[in-house]
């Protein structure tokens, strides 16, 4: 299954703690993408990284690439109240994007 | 600019009945994305589109039909509604097919 699954599926941190969550995949990817969902709302596209790429930044986002290993993380620096999300990898393939299931993040203040 | 919008936010519809969901978009996007998303899940691909005209099934297009006959709009209809059809409706749409997607604020359907 090309269907990314996230790691852990739930996260409980302090604030200003980071957040560290992975995302792992089967088979070969074009890229992979990181979305945030807040409870009611659409998702919200974070950041992608391409395969031939092996880190990106994005303010307080780093996202890993592992294409050996099949695998991602995301981490949020400095958490805030307002990261409290549904974070979702998906992977790009089979001229489609399929999301995993979802990680939930609760920041506590 | 809007973005993505979805109508109607939310529905009730009893088993058997017809309804449509209407999606449009003002960013001049050629690809443009049914979803569905059930608790534990995650979001499940129902159909796409790759232009005007144009459509796609996709993981999980059964009960379900799409119609694309202008750019900015991609409409999900179903015939006759069933209660595994309850769900929260999302559509997206993108520049570069598989990039960077842009999500509605989805759809909350009831099937009685």
């Known amino acids: 299954s090309q269907q990314g699954e996230e790691d852990p599926q739930a996260l409980s941190i302090q604030e200003g703690e980071n957040a560290t969550m992975n995302c792992s995949y089967k088979?070969?990817?074009?890229?992979l993408q990181w979305y945030r969902q807040n409870s009611g709302r659409g998702l919200v596209h974070l950041i992608l990284i391409r395969s031939n790429e092996r880190e990106k930044h994005s303010g307080r986002l780093r996202v890993t690439l592992d294409t050996s290993k099949k695998s991602s993380s995301l981490l949020i620096t400095a958490s805030r109240a307002a990261d409290t999300a549904s974070y979702f990898c998906?992977?790009?393939?089979?001229?489609?994007?399929?999301f995993g299931k979802g990680n939930q993040v609760v920041v506590i203040p | 600019n809007a973005g993505v919008t979805q109508t109607p936010k939310f529905r009730v519809l009893k088993t058997g009945q017809s309804m449509t969901l209407l999606c449009a978009q003002d960013?001049?996007?050629?690809?443009m994305y049914w979803y569905r998303q059930d608790p534990g899940m995650g979001l499940r691909l129902i159909h796409y589109s790759v232009g005007e005209g144009t459509t796609a099934k996709g993981e999980v297009p059964d009960g379900y039909n799409v119609s694309r006959l202008k750019k900015q709009n991609f409409l999900l209809g179903l015939e006759s509604a069933a209660p595994s059809q309850t769900s929260v409706y999302f559509c997206a749409s993108s520049y570069v097919h598989t990039d960077t997607q842009y999500f509605g604020p989805g759809t909350r359907l009831t099937v009685l």
């Open positions: 960013m001049n996007h050629e690809y």
């Open positions: 088979t070969s990817i074009n890229n």
């Open positions: 998906a992977t790009s393939g089979n001229n489609r994007l399929a």
